[in-house]
Every structure is written in C-alpha cells, then in structure tokens.
C-alpha cells in the first residue's frame, strides 16, 4: 500500500462524492417539484365552488395524487441518504495519508492488540493465495491498492508421534488374554496407569492402541482358542444355552469368565467332541468321545451331516418311547 496508490483511492473517491452530490440535487429538485404541485393542488382544491361536487372531487384525488408524489421523492431522498452517508470528509481524508506513512509504526506498537492487528490486516488485503511443497510454502498475497506481494516460508518440521510406551502395549497385550478393552481400561486406570496424555484410559483409547499395533481383540484370542458363548455352543449342537450350562457344570466342557460383568465362555476339550444324550426307557446322558479328524472338508460337511441326522433319529426315538408309555 503505497502512498500513490492511497492517493490514487482518495481521488476516486472524490469522483464518487460529486456524483453523489449531483444525484443529492436532482432528488432535491424532484422534491422542489412535487411541493409545488402539491401546493398548487392545495390552493385549486380551496377555490373550488363546494356546490360542484364532481370538480371538487376531481380537485381532490389530483391534490391527493401530488401528495403521495411528494412524499415518494422525499422517501427515495432518505433511502438515498443512508446509503450514501458513509462519505469521507476533509479531516478523514488528511488521517489517512498520514496512517500511510506511520502504519509500520503503528503496527509496532505495543497498544495495538492482535485483534486490532487482525483488522487492519482485512482493511488491507484482498485475498492470499498459498502454494504448498515440501520443504516450502509460497503465499501470493494481494493488496486492495492492486499491488501483490509474494512471500515463501520455510515449512516447520513435523513433531514425532506420541505414542503409547512399549511397556504399556505389553501389559495391554496380556490384559487382552483376560478380557475386552473396557476390562483392559479398568485394569489399567486401577493400577493408576495413564496414556501419553497423562488422561485415563478408555474403550476407545485400548481400540485404538490395538489397531495400531496389530494386537488381536480378545473375541479374536477367544475364538482362536477354541472358546465359544453358550449361545454358540448352542447352535452347533442343537440344544439350550441351559443344556450348554449343565454340561459345564457336570465337567464335560471347560470355561472360563472374563471381563467386568463375569460373562462365561466356554470349549470343547482338545481332541473331544460331545455326544448329547437322550431320554426315555433306554436314557443315555451326554458323554465325550474323541473327535474325529476330517482330512478335507467335504468329509467335515459329510461327518456333520451324519451326527444332525443320529440327533434328529434320538429325538425321534424319544417322542416313540413317550408315545409308548402313554398307549
């Protein structure tokens, strides 16, 4: 923002106040007029015979017409007035070119506050164009006098990562051998633990650990184990979640509780398989047989097959016996 150039703005400025003053006067004549025929309407409508009704009326709605003409002209006068009236006078014109030549004084002192700084920086600026690299970052900035200033920096260097202490994964890796990441979370937060936030920690915070360093959840150590809930225990063997709890608790399955709320999980020992048993005269209980190797998955899917349809003919079996000792 050169001086030339604020003189430069100051004329245009000038040009702008004569057209407005110009436009100012012929609002004021328009004004001039519409008061004249209002008042000669006035003085027509006075001097009417009152007898003649019919030119008395005609007097009237002209007289009434040069009256709401003068007050368009003076309303469309002060419409124009408001959006005009921010217009430089002498004093502000003089300021001006003196705060062109102390504005990098102005600028350094230490009354001006940012926010000050802030503004004067939009008063100034029309836009900034920034071109981003590797190492560098160029900004095009461009003045409202039209000049443009080009200005290049040097990327700061990025800060390293925060990350969670090695000796904290560890610990979190053998939590999840015992429960999910809220048990995890509590157990850290109970030994008085704290993130690289020195925070405590959350559900999220253990996901978030765990996915960024590829520790498996323990749904997935659970299943890789072999355990399973009762409920899908239950669907593979054709029973209750009841029946699944009964054969824990006679010994033929193993669990295992984990997390805050004690959910029990639950596993078919290795190299066993359970055979439900059945009701009846002839009452079998559910004894464990060992399991039998399937050498491809088509001989699994034939096994499978083969122990649905042994179920189905017990339930049978039973249902026959029933309907025996009822006849």
Same mark, same amino acid.
């Given at each position: 923002m050169t001086p030339m150039a604020v003189e430069m703005t100051l004329a245009i400025q000038s040009e702008l106040d004569r057209r407005i003053a110009e436009s100012e006067q012929h609002h004021q004549l328009r004004i001039t007029r519409a008061r004249y025929e209002c008042d000669a309407g006035r003085r027509r409508f006075m001097l009417v015979d009152p007898a003649n009704r019919l030119v008395a009326a005609g007097l009237e709605a002209e007289w009434n017409a040069h009256l709401s003409e003068l007050a368009a002209a003076e309303d469309e006068l002060g419409r124009f007035r408001a959006e005009t009236q921010d217009q430089l006078t002498t004093d502000m014109r003089r300021r001006i070119m003196a705060l062109c030549g102390d504005l990098s004084r102005l600028w350094s002192d230490p009354a001006v506050v940012d926010r000050e700084r802030k503004e004067i920086l939009a008063l100034l600026i029309e836009d900034v164009t920034i071109l981003s690299e590797h190492t560098e970052i160029a900004a095009h900035v461009r003045l409202r006098g039209g000049a443009c200033r080009t200005l290049t920096l040097t990327r700061s260097t990025v800060a390293p990562r925060k990350r969670t202490p090695p000796h904290i994964v560890a610990q979190i890796?053998?939590?999840? +051998? &015992?429960? %999910?990441?809220?048990?995890v979370a509590q157990k &850290?937060? $109970?030994?008085? !633990? #704290?993130?690289? #936030?020195?925070?405590s920690f959350t559900k999220g915070h253990i996901a978030n650990? #765990?996915?960024g360093r590829n520790l498996h959840s323990h749904r997935e150590r659970r299943d $890789? /184990?072999? *355990? $399973?809930? $009762?409920? +899908?225990?239950?669907?593979? *063997?054709?029973?209750?979640?009841t029946t699944i709890r009964h054969w824990a608790q006679s010994g033929l399955l193993e669990r295992c509780s984990c997390g805050h709320r004690h959910r029990w999980y639950y596993r078919? @020992?290795?190299?066993? %398989? !359970?055979?439900?048993? *059945?009701?009846?005269?002839?009452?079998?209980?559910? #004894?464990?047989? @060992?399991?039998?190797?399937?050498? /491809?998955? +088509?001989?699994?899917? /034939?096994?499978?097959? !083969?122990?649905?349809?042994?179920s189905r003919c017990f339930a049978v079996r039973n249902v026959c016996s029933t309907v025996h000792r009822c006849l």
């Open positions: 890796d053998q939590l999840l +051998e &015992l429960g %999910d990441d809220d048990f &850290l937060n $109970a030994a008085g !633990i #704290r993130n690289w #936030r020195n925070r650990v #765990r996915k $890789a /184990s072999g *355990y $399973a809930t $009762a409920g +899908e225990l239950a669907t593979r *063997y054709n029973v209750t979640r078919v @020992p290795v190299g066993a %398989d !359970i055979v439900k048993g *059945y009701g009846g005269p002839h009452a079998k209980p559910p #004894r464990i047989v @060992p399991a039998l190797t399937c050498h /491809s998955s +088509e001989h699994g899917s /034939s096994l499978w097959k !083969i122990g649905r349809v042994a």
